[in-house]
């Protein structure tokens, strides 16, 4: 594995998007994986819609009641991969566009422009979710962002983290180690592409250690892979 | 905090708090409809700027400090803009990715 690692120098990621207030955090992690998947696959990067995800996607969790995906009041990103996988695909972001409330389903099938083949969940083991990172493209992942209503920048490694305050994020690279002052050491860091706008964090991303599962990094991890039509 | 340094001011006088909020409402276009609700904003941001503190001492590697959310409660900012429907955990019904080799 390299050392340092970021799929943003390689063209995989498409700008910063804003889920604004709407609790949709889980579609942007969804699209943001498969936009990923999609450039791997076919050399191209689409802005995926959102939208359809929010309108159209109602799939539940088989493993716990009442994880359905409700548009802007929450969803998982499996959920959302399963959804695409039996719709058939994703409409583009313009063609589709985001409004950051929720809408009658107008999904049409003759604009689908990303599909997905199939998705699996990571282990735990964070040399694995770097290994799949580098080799499947961007990561659906889940973060306890307890800290991040109040982060600005650096590498976020609290001791302790809250509960209930979860959120559906894209892992995109990692880096070696950021010199941390207080700690007068390097410290490896995951670094993370949020959907709050680019005026939040360091031009919308933000940066976690990479040490012991911090605010529940490792525990949601889930990789796509793209059909190629 | 230095045990040996006594705090002479008040905690929100320590915290600049109002010109905090003055900038935050520049820098991010916030308007209030009623002095009441002017008036709520500022105590949730006089809140979340003691959070803020509190998060710079358990999280001494990152800044934290006014974010376009400080006017937020921790309730509000978790109905408004996170959404994960359940608790984080490797689900356990769904398809293993495959082990990677990690070496070389």
């Known amino acids: 594995l390299p050392e340092d690692f970021d799929w943003r120098d390689k063209g995989a990621v498409t700008g910063v998007k804003d889920q604004g207030s709407c609790g949709s955090c889980w579609s942007f992690s969804a699209t943001g994986a498969l936009e990923g998947a999609h450039f791997l696959a076919t050399g191209n990067l689409e802005s995926l819609s959102e939208q359809q995800l929010v309108d159209c996607d109602n799939v539940c969790d088989p493993e716990e009641q009442g994880a359905c995906d409700a548009g802007c009041n929450g969803g998982l990103m499996n959920n959302a991969f399963q959804y695409i996988l039996q719709s058939g695909g994703v409409q583009r972001e313009k063609d589709y566009p985001y409004t950051g409330r929720d809408g009658k389903c107008h999904f049409d099938k003759s604009k689908i422009v990303a599909s997905v083949s199939n998705f699996s969940v990571v282990s735990l083991d964070e040399d694995q979710i770097a290994a799949n990172l580098v080799h499947n493209g961007p990561l659906a992942v889940a973060i306890n962002a307890v800290y991040m209503q109040t982060y600005i920048g650096g590498v976020s490694c609290p001791y302790i983290c809250?509960?209930?305050?979860?959120?559906?994020?894209?892992?995109?690279g990692y880096g070696a180690g950021e010199y941390a002052p207080i700690r007068l050491k390097k410290k490896p860091f995951w670094i993370i592409k949020n959907s709050w706008g680019e005026n939040w964090g360091e031009n919308g991303y933000y940066k976690i250690c990479r040490v012991r599962n911090i605010c529940g990094v490792d525990s949601m991890v889930s990789t796509v892979a793209a059909a190629i039509s | 905090?230095?045990?040996?340094?006594r705090q002479v001011v008040d905690d929100d006088h320590s915290l600049n708090a109002e010109h905090h909020f003055t900038k935050f409402k520049t820098t991010f276009g916030?308007?209030?409809?009623?002095?009441?609700?002017?008036?709520?904003?500022?105590?949730?941001?006089?809140?979340?700027?003691?959070?803020?503190?509190?998060?710079?001492?358990?999280?001494?590697?990152?800044?934290?400090?006014?974010?376009k959310f400080s006017d937020l409660t921790p309730r509000e900012f978790r109905r408004q803009f996170l959404g994960l429907k359940r608790r984080l955990r490797l689900p356990a019904d769904a398809h293993k990715a495959p082990i990677l080799p990690t070496n070389n």
Request: proline share 2%; net charge positive.
């Open chain 2, 1 to 5: 905090d230095d045990l040996l340094i």
């Open chain 1, 162 to 172: 809250g509960k209930h305050q979860d959120h559906g994020v894209l892992l995109v």
């Open chain 2, 30 to 67: 916030k308007t209030y409809a009623t002095e009441e609700e002017h008036n709520y904003r500022f105590a949730v941001f006089k809140s979340n700027l003691r959070r803020a503190k509190k998060h710079a001492k358990l999280d001494p590697s990152a800044v934290h400090g006014v974010t």
